[in-house]
């Protein structure tokens, strides 16, 4: 059995404390339980926050599960996704004996306000951050430790440099954290085989996100060494004059007490997420409905990548809303009769048409008409506007024609016939 101690930094504060403790026992039959206590002293706090909304709220007893190879789901959002574990691997030489070591070898900037050490008492914040001048060094390093033939070239001295850049802020593209003008960004790297620019088409995915209503993370496209790198600020910090605020964080993944693996996909859906929204939000109305024009702006732009690790809810002070959107990608498909979504989107799976947005409105709290208004109002949004707005962020024109198949596809107005 191995254990720690887990951390929190509470709303409007600098300086984390003590929450609780988390066990994780090999289990038997090869299945690992993990367990997690709050503690007296911080339950006995006037300002405690539950971690999430769902597996662990404040209680005085012992909370234990099974599932995502026993860790909870909040704790799991705080560790490092494929990236992150790539980088852990090779700065450790091997993998960690089990989840509980990705989670004590991430760099403590991780997502949330989290954080997990084996001493009793936290560690003091982090005060110090790379600067946007550092990328293009950071993205070389990056480029090696993802090239398998270059991999034993990457010394010992530049992995331990991109563990303090961040390995926890999830997905698989390389990623790090950087200051840049006193805010926190999250910066994502170019790839050689990359399609198309993927900063610059990322970037204007959100301003387009924005025309059409919707609430959307803060980006920004910086050339580095000749390359272009996306900045996306980081919604979950805010600065202050001794550091940042540390704001809460929980992942769609882990809202729905679900995996990534194929078992779990009958609860990937937009309908059992709202539910879950409309459970744990203070504006709950709001956010569903903001939920609902996510689902929409996906379906426009064949954004088939829209699982639920991207999508969260965020909380700033005691109540939890919707996060900000971001990771918005467009995908062209070669069909254009039928395209799907990663989650389930109406009466008819995952199909990504407006009669399937529109088959279960209601459960967003939206009427049918008003429905089927902004439906149209977003289609007509997208496709009027996609080309200059990717033109105004820098996108190619080369690059727009391969992206071109993505937007409002044909069959998104397809009428389908029930089985």
């Not at 799991?76 to 790539?86: H, I, N, S």
């Not at 170019?190 to 610059?200: E, G, S």
């Amino acid at each position: 059995m191995s254990e720690c101690f887990v951390y929190i930094t509470l709303p409007g504060q600098e300086e984390a404390v003590t929450a609780g403790r988390f066990e994780l026992d090999a289990g038997r039959d090869g299945v690992p339980v993990g367990r997690f206590v709050y503690g007296r002293r911080y339950l006995q706090r006037d300002d405690a926050v539950e971690f999430d909304p769902v597996e662990l709220r404040l209680g005085e007893r012992e909370y234990r599960t099974t599932h995502h190879k026993g860790v909870f789901g909040v704790l799991r959002d705080a560790g490092p996704d494929y990236w992150g574990r790539l980088v852990i691997e090779r700065h450790a030489g091997r993998p960690p004996a089990d989840e509980l070591g990705y989670l004590l070898e991430s760099a403590d900037d991780r997502a949330g306000a989290l954080g997990f050490g084996l001493g009793v008492q936290p560690p003091a914040p982090r005060r110090e951050y790379n600067q946007t001048l550092a990328l293009a060094r950071l993205q070389q390093i990056a480029e090696a430790l993802l090239d398998e033939a270059a991999r034993t070239d990457v010394t010992a001295v530049q992995v331990a440099e991109l563990m303090r850049a961040g390995t926890s802020m999830g997905g698989a593209r390389p990623k790090v954290v950087v200051e840049d003008n006193g805010e926190l960004w999250l910066a994502k790297f170019n790839l050689k085989d990359d399609r198309w620019n993927m900063a610059r088409v990322e970037h204007a995915m959100l301003r387009l996100a924005a025309r059409c209503g919707l609430d959307v993370a803060q980006s920004k496209v910086v050339s580095v060494g000749g390359r272009d790198v996306l900045l996306v600020r980081r919604f979950d910090r805010d600065k202050t004059e001794r550091g940042y605020f540390r704001h809460r964080m929980v992942s769609g993944l882990s809202l729905l007490r679900a995996d990534e693996g194929y078992q779990d996909r009958p609860r990937w859906s937009y309908l059992l997420l709202a539910e879950e929204v409309r459970r744990a939000c203070l504006e709950a109305e709001k956010d569903v409905q903001e939920l609902f024009r996510r689902m929409c702006f996906n379906a426009l732009i064949s954004n088939n990548d829209d699982h639920p690790r991207n999508h969260a809810l965020l909380a700033r002070d005691r109540h939890w809303q919707l996060a900000p959107a971001y990771d918005l990608t467009p995908n062209p498909q070669v069909s254009i009769e039928r395209r799907d979504l990663a989650l389930t989107v109406g009466d008819f799976g995952r199909a990504a048409t407006a009669q399937n947005l529109l088959s279960q409105a209601t459960r967003f709290g939206l009427r049918p008409g008003d429905a089927a208004a902004l439906v149209e109002a977003m289609r007509e949004t997208v496709q009027a506007q996609w080309f200059a707005t990717t033109r105004a962020a820098g996108v190619s024109e080369a690059d727009c024609d391969r992206i071109a198949g993505a937007f409002v596809y044909p069959g998104f107005q397809t009428t389908m016939e029930r089985e």
